[in-house]
Protein backbone atom coordinates (compact mmCIF):
# COMPACT_ATOMS: atom_id res chain seq x y z
CA UNK A 1 0.00 0.00 0.00
CA UNK A 2 1.33 3.52 -0.79
CA UNK A 3 1.91 6.25 1.48
CA UNK A 4 -0.97 7.92 -0.07
CA UNK A 5 -3.62 5.25 0.36
CA UNK A 6 -2.51 4.91 3.91
CA UNK A 7 -3.13 8.39 4.48
CA UNK A 8 -6.29 8.66 3.01
CA UNK A 9 -7.40 5.11 4.83
CA UNK A 10 -6.18 6.67 8.50
CA UNK A 11 -8.10 10.10 7.44
CA UNK A 12 -11.62 8.33 6.25
CA UNK A 13 -11.25 6.15 9.68
CA UNK A 14 -10.89 9.22 11.37
CA UNK A 15 -13.87 10.81 10.20
CA UNK A 16 -15.79 7.96 10.84
CA UNK A 17 -14.98 7.51 14.27
CA UNK A 18 -16.07 11.07 14.71
CA UNK A 19 -19.36 10.72 13.44
CA UNK A 20 -19.78 7.76 15.36
CA UNK A 21 -18.73 10.22 18.44
CA UNK A 22 -20.74 12.65 17.11
CA UNK A 23 -23.76 10.25 16.72
CA UNK A 24 -23.76 8.38 20.30
CA UNK A 25 -23.74 12.12 21.73
CA UNK A 26 -26.60 13.77 20.12
CA UNK A 27 -27.69 10.50 20.90
CA UNK A 28 -27.46 10.46 24.64
CA UNK A 29 -28.39 14.40 24.76
CA UNK A 30 -31.69 13.65 22.92
CA UNK A 31 -32.97 10.82 25.56
CA UNK A 32 -32.01 13.23 28.58
CA UNK A 33 -34.13 16.32 27.05
CA UNK A 34 -36.91 17.47 29.44
CA UNK A 35 -39.54 20.09 28.21
CA UNK A 36 -41.18 22.22 30.56
CA UNK A 37 -45.37 22.47 29.76
CA UNK A 38 -48.21 24.03 31.52
CA UNK A 39 -51.12 22.55 32.81
CA UNK A 40 -53.25 24.35 30.17
CA UNK A 41 -50.69 22.48 27.49
CA UNK A 42 -50.81 19.56 28.98
CA UNK A 43 -54.68 19.60 28.75
CA UNK A 44 -54.44 21.10 25.46
CA UNK A 45 -52.79 17.83 24.20
CA UNK A 46 -49.19 19.52 23.44
CA UNK A 47 -47.54 17.72 25.92
CA UNK A 48 -45.96 14.67 24.84
CA UNK A 49 -47.58 11.33 25.68
CA UNK A 50 -44.63 8.52 25.36
CA UNK A 51 -41.48 10.20 27.01
CA UNK A 52 -40.53 12.34 30.47
CA UNK A 53 -41.36 16.01 30.41
CA UNK A 54 -42.30 19.05 33.39
CA UNK A 55 -45.00 20.14 34.33
CA UNK A 56 -44.86 23.46 36.40
CA UNK A 57 -47.40 26.15 38.06
CA UNK A 58 -48.80 26.29 41.56
CA UNK A 59 -49.99 23.45 44.13
CA UNK A 60 -53.63 23.73 44.18
CA UNK A 61 -55.25 24.57 47.77
CA UNK A 62 -56.65 21.97 49.75
CA UNK A 63 -55.56 19.47 46.96
CA UNK A 64 -52.99 17.70 48.84
CA UNK A 65 -53.95 14.00 49.89
CA UNK A 66 -50.99 11.77 51.34
CA UNK A 67 -50.85 8.06 52.24
CA UNK A 68 -47.88 6.59 53.13
CA UNK A 69 -45.01 7.85 50.88
CA UNK A 70 -47.62 8.53 48.33
CA UNK A 71 -48.72 12.13 47.69
CA UNK A 72 -51.50 13.51 45.29
CA UNK A 73 -52.23 16.85 44.53
CA UNK A 74 -53.36 19.17 41.75
CA UNK A 75 -50.63 21.44 40.11
CA UNK A 76 -52.79 24.44 38.28
CA UNK A 77 -51.48 27.59 36.13
CA UNK A 78 -55.29 29.11 37.23
CA UNK A 79 -56.60 28.22 33.94
CA UNK A 80 -56.18 24.44 33.99
CA UNK A 81 -55.44 22.08 36.64
CA UNK A 82 -53.52 18.65 36.05
CA UNK A 83 -53.62 15.71 38.86
CA UNK A 84 -50.20 14.38 39.58
CA UNK A 85 -49.06 11.49 41.83
CA UNK A 86 -45.57 11.22 43.67
CA UNK A 87 -44.64 8.14 45.13
CA UNK A 88 -41.58 9.16 47.43
CA UNK A 89 -40.63 12.07 50.46
CA UNK A 90 -41.75 16.03 48.72
CA UNK A 91 -39.25 18.44 49.70
CA UNK A 92 -39.37 20.17 52.72
CA UNK A 93 -40.38 23.45 51.14
CA UNK A 94 -43.58 21.58 49.54
CA UNK A 95 -46.76 23.22 50.34
CA UNK A 96 -50.27 24.03 49.05
CA UNK A 97 -50.79 27.50 46.89
CA UNK A 98 -47.04 27.56 46.10
CA UNK A 99 -45.00 26.99 43.13
CA UNK A 100 -43.57 23.58 42.07
CA UNK A 101 -42.20 21.96 39.20
CA UNK A 102 -42.47 18.09 38.33
CA UNK A 103 -41.24 15.66 36.03
CA UNK A 104 -42.40 12.42 35.05
CA UNK A 105 -44.70 11.10 32.30
CA UNK A 106 -48.48 11.44 31.22
CA UNK A 107 -50.64 8.33 31.64
CA UNK A 108 -53.37 7.25 29.51
CA UNK A 109 -56.09 8.29 32.33
CA UNK A 110 -54.56 12.24 31.95
CA UNK A 111 -52.95 12.02 35.12
CA UNK A 112 -49.33 13.08 35.47
CA UNK A 113 -47.26 10.61 37.70
CA UNK A 114 -44.06 12.15 39.12
CA UNK A 115 -40.55 10.57 39.25
CA UNK A 116 -39.30 13.95 40.63
CA UNK A 117 -41.17 17.21 42.49
CA UNK A 118 -39.21 20.46 43.23
CA UNK A 119 -40.04 23.36 44.93
CA UNK A 120 -39.25 26.79 45.53
CA UNK A 121 -36.47 27.71 47.71
CA UNK A 122 -37.93 30.88 49.24
CA UNK A 123 -41.48 32.96 50.31
CA UNK A 124 -40.63 34.65 47.05
CA UNK A 125 -38.93 32.02 44.52
CA UNK A 126 -41.31 30.61 41.42
CA UNK A 127 -39.79 29.20 38.67
CA UNK A 128 -39.37 31.16 35.79
CA UNK A 129 -41.41 29.53 33.38
CA UNK A 130 -44.22 28.51 36.13
CA UNK A 131 -44.44 32.14 36.80
CA UNK A 132 -44.58 32.75 32.68
CA UNK A 133 -47.26 30.92 32.98
CA UNK A 134 -49.33 31.89 36.07
CA UNK A 135 -49.12 35.41 34.31
CA UNK A 136 -50.28 34.41 31.10
CA UNK A 137 -53.19 32.32 32.45
CA UNK A 138 -54.11 35.42 34.49
CA UNK A 139 -54.11 37.51 31.66
CA UNK A 140 -56.25 35.35 29.70
CA UNK A 141 -58.70 34.94 32.23
CA UNK A 142 -59.11 38.91 32.31
CA UNK A 143 -59.84 38.72 28.96
CA UNK A 144 -62.04 36.08 28.41
CA UNK A 145 -64.25 38.20 31.87
CA UNK A 146 -64.34 41.09 29.66
Known amino acids: MKARHKRFAIILGGLAALGIAAALILNAFQSNLVFFFTPTQVANGEAPKDRAFRIGGLVKEGSLQRTDIT ?36 GADGKFTATEVLAKHDENYMPPEAKHAVDQAHEASKTLKQ
Open 71 to 106: ARFVVTDTAKEIPVAYTGILPDLFSEGKGVVAQGAL
